[in-house]
Every structure is written in structure tokens, then in C-alpha cells.
């Protein structure tokens, strides 16, 4: 029978048995801590007991909340002009069905026990973190009983039963019991339709892996004009998921915008972990990872200097690497673009609100298992996140309206999700989002600190407006811990969609601005009344700012560079996004 234990940590230590003890209970409570769920549940409760004058506050407000709706609903039954008791802007309510009653009746009311709930965490005394965490926890467990998810209580499930005879409702049916007949084969029929687009219908920009460390492939892409810009541009993906997202289909992919507008592109292509990397650390992805994309792109191209680009995760590592160049002296880097990537994690969203020592504990054990974070525990909790759209809509479109969502490419994408080591994500997880080293200037790199502020080159920075994983105000604070230009855009869409925003996109706006090093900071509502509002997307303008930077053109370079120790390993994507 084989050992369910690590074999670099043998069972010698009592510790070991608790760790044991606590990664089986994480398979149980799908690797959420409940302790630390206790301990925010207690914080609230006991004060909340203490609190008599609030106790009384928050009945009345749920009296003066019943008569309101009752006297909203009267109104609206009798067809009477009336105020709407709740305003609400929710994308799930946009369908006009949701304003006439009875409909809009249940949304007001949806919408007054989901704000009545929001007062209830707020009272004096309670952690603000704990009461983000409660009310975080609420609105999952009351979407449950959201109106949109009811047969009869969401107006467009109704309409379409009636338009087509309740056809929409057996093809929900016969869409229910494919989804359960081939659930035990899914992921795998998921892996290979994966795989099988990779290179074919995603990941297809021309191109060659010229270098391969342990953890990463450097990719680079054959040049499509004439002449290119002398520097070329290293793109840093995040190593949660795989590089493609900068490169999925013709029509959107970056990396071919780049090399049409001219440029020479690097790209790194993270290794999918697997146990014997369990002692990979964070530095490792640096230095095999970011410097070795760099040192490839000098010696193949002769270029001086590279710009620099990171997106998610992977801007996070690229400003360390970038902060740890600036302090040793190293000027490789011309400039410095980094596209919805946490610097200062403290305020990094909804998922930090699950990030605690007991939290952390329990996922390092999880991984002490194993000797990585797997696949599909990442990939859930940012379901959790996002419940509304990858949840329950897909829910509500499969099996309530009969509808199957096509295979879009960022859809593949963001379905291959990868494993993260052991040691790597531990060291990620506390030095940056629980202790939040990088922005206080803690952070050390090869037995030093390192300071943002070293780094002496222009910024080029992107946010999107509705981003759950990099808040947009999050991200723009990197304009008080720099003393260099930073040119700023905030462009319309989330996380991924915001940033794979390429021309002709409709529906595409941004904001733009630049804080010069001479000038006074600008908090980011005044930002917010000051930036250029544009139509279409951001992408020419990163392009424009990157040929005011790199304005001189030369020969394209060759693919690889054997007599520099760069030959040829084999053709893009690679074999590490495969895996």
C-alpha cells in the first residue's frame, strides 16, 4: 500500500500527525479554515451581545424596512406613482422583465434584506476585516436565494417557457443529465479538449522555445514587419494559470498585436508543478522565471535593455525583480509596464479577506500533503468569488433556459488552471498577502531588503474597473511608492477581460493619466474627475508609450542564438503549457 506521506517529510515529529489530522479536515471543509470562520462569527456575536442599543437599532431598521417594502408593494400593485423603496444596480436585475411587479416587487425586497444584513456586521468594536468576512459570507449564502434563481421567480426563465412551450425547460433537463452522466469523465474529456486547442485554436502566435529552466520555457515569437524596436519587450504571465491568456485567439491575442506593432516579444511559460517541485521557492520563479526571460532576450536580440511587462501575479514578481535590479545596480530594464498586479496587498480584494494565520496553516498543510496546492482547490475559491457569473448564471442558462454556453477561448483558459508548490505558495501567500513585505519595504532579496522606490524607470500601469482579485484603487496605489512617471489607465471589464481588450472590442473604454515625478500625488477619486475618458481600447496607447520609449528600429533579430548559448528547443507553445 502506498504512503500517503511526503517523502522528503517523514513521519518522525509529533507536529506531523496534527498536519496530518488538519489537511484531512481541509478535504472536508473544502480548505476553508472554520476556525477562523469562528473566530469572526465570535467577534461579531459577542459584541453584537454587548450591544444592547444596537440590538435595538438594527429591529427597528428591520420594522421601518418591512413597512416600507409593504407600502412599495401596495403602491406598485395598485399601478400608483411611487419612489422605489431600493435602488439597486445589480447586472443580474438588467433585463427590463425585473422592473414591473410582481418581479420588481421581489427584487426590492431581495435587495432590502441583503443591505439589512450589510448594517447588521457593523458594530463598534468588531475587526473591520471580520465584518468584511461576515457580510462577504452573507451575500454568498443569500444569493442562494436570489429570485434570478427560481423557475417562477425570475421573469426571463418564465418568458422563455412560454415562448417555446416549455422546450427550454426539457432541453435543461437533457442538459442536466448529460452534465451528470459524464461528470466522472469531465475533467478528463476537459483535459484533452484543452490540450487539443492549445497551438491550434489558442496559443497560435509563430513562434520557439529558446530557453527551458526547471521551472519555465522562454518563448519567442517570429517577427512580422520589416524592421522591430531595438529593445524587445519580456512578458511576465502569473504562474496561477497558463501564459495563453495573452495569446489566445488571432482576433485577441497580445502578443500579436505586439509583434504587428513591431516589437520583439518574450514570453514566459510557467511549468504546471508537480511534487517533486515542492521546494521551488518564490525567489526560484524570480530568478528561473523572470531573469532568465531577460537574459535571453539581451543575448539573443543584443539589445541593451528590455521593457519589461507583468500581468496578475506575474507584475507582482516582476516589480521584486525590477526592485531587486534597481538596488544591485542592474539597468537592464528600459521600462516597466504592470497590468492588474497587486503591489500593496492590503487592500487586495475579496480573497484577502480568507487570508489569516489559521487560514494559511491549514493551506500549507493541505500542500505539506501533496507537496503542491492542487488545480481545482485554487480554481475554487475563485468560483466563491465570482458565484454571480461563473456559478449560478451558467446554472441558470444550462438548465432553466435550455442553453449551452459557447466554447469561448478565455473560457479553455480559464479552466487550466495549474498547481502551485509547497514552499513557493507559502512563501507568496505570507510574505506578500498576510504580512504584506513588498509595500512596506521588507521584502528580502538575496539576503537584503528591497525598495520599490529604487526603481528609477517609467511606469506604465493598468486597472480594471470591476476586478474581485486586483482592485483598481489597490493597484494604483504603486503611484506612492515611486518617484518615476507613472502613466495610469482604467479600463472597463474585470480581471481578464479588461486586460485581453483588443482594437474593435465593443463596448471598450478607458481612463488615462500620467503623474509626472515633479508632480503632487493624486488620490484615485480625484483621479477619477482629472483622466482622459476614451472609447475603444487601451492597447494603442501602451503601444504609443512604448514607441515614445523605444523609438529606434533595427533588423529582426533570428530566433535563438546558438553561438550564445540559446539554440532552438522547439517550436511555440512549448511543452510546459501542456502540462
Given at each position: 500500500?502506498?504512503s ?9 515529529q ?32 459577542s ?121 427550454n ?131 539573443i ?6 521593457h519589461g ?11 521584486i ?23 500593496d ?26 507537496g ?44 487550466d ?19 504584506n ?24 500601469l ?49 481612463r ?61 507553445p ?6
Amino acid at each position: 500500500m502506498p504512503s500517503i506521506l511526503p517523502d522528503s517529510h517523514p513521519l518522525n515529529q509529533s507536529t506531523d500527525i496534527d498536519r496530518l489530522l488538519h489537511a484531512g479536515t481541509a478535504r472536508l471543509t473544502g480548505g476553508v479554515s472554520l476556525i477562523g470562520l469562528g473566530l469572526a462569527w465570535f467577534d461579531w456575536a459577542s459584541h453584537l451581545l454587548t450591544s444592547p442599543g444596537r440590538q435595538a437599532e438594527l429591529m427597528r431598521n428591520a420594522s421601518v424596512d418591512v413597512m416600507r417594502q409593504f407600502d412599495s408593494t401596495v403602491g406598485e400593485l395598485s399601478g400608483q406613482s411611487h419612489t422605489t423603496a431600493i435602488e439597486y444596480a445589480d447586472r443580474r436585475f438588467n433585463s427590463p422583465n425585473w422592473k414591473k411587479p410582481p418581479y420588481s416587487i421581489l427584487v426590492q425586497n431581495f435587495r432590502a434584506v441583503e443591505q439589512w444584513w450589510d448594517e447588521a456586521f457593523k458594530i463598534h468594536g468588531v475587526s473591520g476585516r471580520h465584518q468584511a468576512l461576515l457580510a462577504f459570507l452573507a451575500r454568498q449564502y443569500l444569493d442562494i436565494f436570489s429570485p434570478t434563481n427560481g423557475f417562477l421567480t425570475n421573469p426571463d426563465i418564465v418568458r422563455r417557457t412560454v415562448e417555446t412551450n416549455g422546450v427550454n425547460l426539457f432541453n435543461g433537463w437533457l442538459n442536466a443529465i448529460d452534465d451528470v452522466a459524464a461528470s466522472a469523465l469531465a475533467k478528463e474529456k476537459s483535459r484533452k479538449a484543452q490540450i487539443s486547442s492549445i497551438g491550434n485554436e489558442v496559443a497560435t502566435s509563430k513562434g520557439a522555445v529558446v530557453a527551458r529552466t526547471r521551472i519555465a520555457e522562454i518563448i519567442q515569437y517570429t517577427p512580422t514587419t520589416s524592421k522591430v524596436h531595438q529593445e524587445p519587450i519580456v512578458i511576465v504571465p502569473a504562474w496561477i494559470m497558463k501564459y495563453y491568456i495573452l495569446d489566445l485567439s488571432k482576433q485577441n491575442s497580445l502578443v500579436r498585436y505586439l509583434v504587428d506593432q513591431g516589437f520583439t516579444v518574450f514570453m514566459v511559460s510557467w511549468k504546471n508543478p508537480d511534487q517533486e517541485d515542492r521546494d521551488v521557492s518564490l525567489d526560484d520563479y524570480r530568478t528561473l522565471g523572470v531573469l532568465a526571460a531577460i537574459d535571453a532576450a539581451i543575448k539573443i536580440t543584443g539589445a541593451e535593455k528590455v521593457h519589461g511587462t507583468g500581468y496578475c501575479l506575474g507584475g507582482t514578481l516582476l516589480a521584486i525583480a525590477a526592485a531587486a535590479m534597481a538596488r544591485d545596480g542592474d539597468r537592464r530594464l528600459k521600462t516597466l509596464s504592470v497590468f492588474a498586479s497587486q503591489i500593496d496587498f492590503h487592500d487586495a480584494g475579496e480573497l484577502r479577506l480568507f487570508i489569516n494565520d489559521s487560514q494559511l496553516a491549514l493551506i500549507e498543510d493541505m500542500m505539506w500533503m501533496h507537496g503542491y496546492l492542487k488545480a481545482e482547490e485554487m480554481a475554487g475559491a475563485f468560483h466563491i468569488l465570482r458565484s454571480n457569473d461563473l456559478i449560478w448564471s451558467r446554472l441558470i442558462n444550462s438548465y432553466a433556459m435550455g442553453e449551452r454556453e459557447k466554447p469561448l477561448d478565455i473560457m479553455l483558459w480559464s479552466d487550466d488552471s495549474t498547481r502551485m508548490p509547497y514552499r513557493m505558495h507559502s512563501e507568496y501567500l505570507r510574505q506578500l498577502y498576510l504580512e504584506n513585505r513588498l509595500a512596506e519595504g521588507a521584502m528580502i532579496v538575496d539576503g537584503h531588503p528591497i525598495t520599490l522606490r529604487a526603481i528609477a524607470i517609467p511606469i506604465f500601469l493598468v486597472g480594471t474597473e470591476w476586478d474581485h482579485v486586483a482592485p483598481w484603487r489597490s493597484v494604483f496605489k504603486l503611484h506612492l511608492m515611486t518617484e518615476r512617471d507613472v502613466t495610469f489607465v482604467l479600463t472597463n471589464g474585470g480581471h481578464n477581460a479588461g486586460i485581453v481588450s483588443e482594437p474593435g472590442h465593443s463596448g471598450r473604454y478607458y481612463r488615462i493619466a500620467t503623474q509626472k515625478a515633479s508632480g503632487a500625488y493624486i488620490d484615485p477619486d480625484t483621479w477619477l474627475e482629472v483622466a482622459e475618458y476614451k472609447i475603444g481600447s487601451w492597447l494603442p496607447e501602451w503601444a504609443l508609450w512604448l514607441n515614445e520609449n523605444s523609438p529606434n528600429k533595427t533588423e529582426p533579430p533570428t530566433l535563438g542564438s546558438p553561438l550564445n548559448g540559446y539554440p532552438i528547443i522547439g517550436p511555440a507553445p512549448g511543452e510546459f503549457v501542456l502540462g
